[in-house]
């Protein structure tokens, strides 16, 4: 059974830069799409985007000048960094698997990290 | 981006009804719909995906259905389990997006 867990800071200063690893057991990051989505009360649940195993990307416009996604396979792990955030940044970041060899729908979760951006 | 609106916000329901919620697309998605529960404290999971397509393992009192821009999620009869946030997600375009959510509680 797959299982994906994020982790990272739980407090990240306005303006610096967010970073978070998921990392996958019970199965391999390879030939897969790898999504990081983000939960908070204030706007529920968002794309943030996804990478491929091979490395492609495709981010969510919102985020995509800030957003910057990679994978290690020999760590089977994928990362997540984002740049210059605000207290809107506040929020549960998941990493998701797509289901089979989709991008989506999302088949597999993560529990989440909660990062809140602070000073 | 394709808007996503969800509707009840929230749901007042009691064990044993049954439950209906719409998420309505803002431009025609053909049945590139997906529905997931979160409960607190846990990761969302994957109920329904191509609007009516039940996912593995998910008990068949739940119930998708719709195509285009309408799209319902049908709890024929409400358990003590099913009290969550239900969430609509269209996959039609490349920036994925995601409904509102439907909070389900207890009346």
């Known amino acids: 059974q797959v299982q994906l867990q994020e982790s990272g800071p739980g407090l990240v200063k306005p303006s610096e830069t967010l970073s978070l690893t998921c990392t996958v057991s019970?199965?391999?990051?390879?030939?897969?799409?790898w999504n990081w989505i983000r939960r908070s009360p204030e706007k529920g649940l968002e794309w943030i985007g996804y990478i491929y195993y091979s490395g492609t990307t495709n981010y969510n416009p919102s985020f995509k000048s800030r957003a910057t996604m990679s994978v290690d396979l020999s760590k089977n792990q994928v990362f997540l960094k984002l740049r210059s955030v605000t207290a809107a940044d506040t929020a549960v970041y998941h990493c998701s698997r797509g289901q089979g060899s989709s991008v989506t729908p999302f088949g597999y979760w993560g529990q989440g990290a909660l990062v809140t951006v602070s000073s | 981006d394709i808007q996503m609106t969800q509707f009840p916000s929230t749901l007042s329901a009691s064990v044993g009804d049954r439950v209906t919620i719409t998420c309505r697309a803002s431009q025609s998605i053909g049945n590139w719909l997906a529905w997931y529960q979160q409960k607190p404290g846990r990761a969302p999971k994957l109920l329904v995906y191509?609007?009516?397509t039940l996912e593995t393992g998910v008990p068949s009192r739940f119930s998708g259905s719709g195509y285009g821009t309408e799209f319902t999620l049908t709890i024929s009869s409400l358990q003590p389990d099913d009290f969550a946030i239900y969430y609509c997600?269209?996959?039609?375009?490349?920036?994925?997006?995601f409904g509102g959510g439907t909070k389900v509680e207890i009346q």
């Open positions: 019970g199965g391999s990051v390879s030939s897969y799409y």
């Open positions: 997600q269209q996959y039609k375009s490349y920036s994925l997006t």
């Open positions: 191509e609007a009516s």
